[in-house]
Structure formats: C-alpha cells, structure tokens
C-alpha cells in the first residue's frame, strides 16, 4: 500500500514561485503514474499536470508554461515547480499516485496566492 506526503505549500505573492514535493512510500514507485491536483473552494478537483512512468507529461490549459511536473524515481518523490503564480491558483493541492486499478491520494498541501 502506497503513502504519500506533500510538502512545499504556503502563501505566496502574485507573480511568485513554490515548489511542491510530495514523497512516496510503501511500494514500488517507478511503475505509478504521478500526478498533481487541486481543490478551490466550492470547487471540484481538477488535474493540475501528470507524469507517467516513460516521463510524459501532461498539463491543465490553466498550467501550461508556468508548472512543470516531474519525478525522481531514486528518491521516490514526484515534484510540481510553480512559477508566475496567479490568485486563481489558491487551492488544496493532492498527490495522486495510479497503477492498473489502484489510485492513492496524499493528505494534500494549501497554496496561497495572495497580495
């Protein structure tokens, strides 16, 4: 059974940087699907960007140019690097880790984006 820690949240000015970490435990990390997502209030979850095991990567339209995903199979840790950060990317953010039928959640960190 997979676990998973993120780390990196907090409160950030418009046009600032934060990058996220969220550490994998428990199983045999290289063969999941990472991903990142994101809860707003009053808001569903939505995919931020994922990666898969052969480093694809994918991105939300809202996203694209400013996150970059990535994974570093020897430490078990997939990474979500923020940059040009905007209010409207205040939220929850959550770790999503999939393989075959199983899907893992991690306890999620706040990102806030505020003046």
């Known amino acids: 059974q997979m676990q998973l820690v993120e780390s990196g949240g907090g409160l950030v000015q418009p046009g600032g940087s934060l990058r996220l970490s969220c550490a994998a435990s428990?199983?045999?990390?290289?063969?999941?699907?990472m991903g990142w997502y994101r809860q707003a209030p009053g808001k569903e979850r939505e995919l931020v960007a994922s990666i898969n095991t052969g480093d694809t990567t994918n991105y939300a339209d809202a996203v694209k140019g400013r996150f970059t995903i990535s994974r570093d199979n020897a430490k078990n840790t997939v990474y979500l690097q923020m940059n040009s950060l905007k209010p409207e990317d205040t939220a929850v953010y959550y770790c999503n880790a999939r393989w075959s039928i199983t899907t893992t959640w991690g306890q999620g960190t706040q990102v806030t984006v505020s003046s």
């Open positions: 428990g199983s045999i990390f290289r063969i999941y699907v």
